[in-house]
């Protein structure tokens, strides 16, 4: 199959592979509008003749489409009616409910209004049951009230102070002097 090119005077632009049968289609309508107005609006007459007339508003689908009918008559009573739309508004209400709780009432009440200056509270201080003294005594801790359970460490030799410095673990049996008797070894 050959292809044949139109060679006309007033070709708009190059003619595409295989496009010549388009060109040939529209060369007539190239003589009447300069190259700028083809390209703008491209060729008047392609499509319709008549250049007054109005595009149509309804769509073929528009058109086609018919509305399903009703049967004509009630299919549900007027109790069933009544019952469907009790069963709805009463669903209705208990998703709002769950939705949208009701907001609790505001206490404006500060932490120190709410947990110190509670009625008939009268504050009174404890007296000391011991004299003592935070500078000598020994700090009561875990470690202190269960120091019987600690593994690794040297005997306590004064219940009043367990963790005290030791150096009985590195001290020479012979140079025990305040102890009365040696502990024997097996």
């Excluded at 609006?41 to 769509?59: A, C, F, N, P």
């Excluded at 739309?85 to 209004?113: E, Y």
């Excluded at 003592?132 to 202190?144: I, L």
Aim: overall charge negative.
């Amino acid at each position: 199959m050959t292809e044949q090119r139109d060679t006309g005077k007033s070709k708009v632009g190059k003619c595409l592979l295989h496009n010549w049968t388009e060109e040939r289609a529209v060369a007539a309508l190239d003589n009447e509008e300069t190259k700028t107005q083809i390209q703008r609006h491209g060729h008047r007459g392609i499509l319709t003749m008549d250049q007054e007339s109005k595009m149509e508003t309804v769509t073929t689908l528009k058109a086609a489409y018919v509305l399903p009918k009703g049967p004509g008559v009630k299919l549900k009573g007027i109790r069933g009616e009544l019952l469907e739309k009790h069963i709805a508004q009463m669903i209705s209400d208990k998703v709002h409910a769950q939705l949208n709780p009701l907001t609790p009432k505001t206490d404006f009440c500060s932490t120190t209004h709410r947990d110190f200056c509670v009625e008939g509270f009268v504050p009174l201080t404890p007296g000391t049951t011991q004299a003592h003294d935070y500078k000598t005594d020994q700090a009561v801790t875990f470690w202190s009230e269960n120091y019987q359970l600690v593994q690794g460490v040297t005997p306590v030799q004064t219940l009043k102070a367990p963790f005290r410095k030791s150096a009985l673990f590195s001290t020479p049996i012979s140079e025990r002097l305040d102890e009365i008797e040696p502990p024997l070894d097996d």
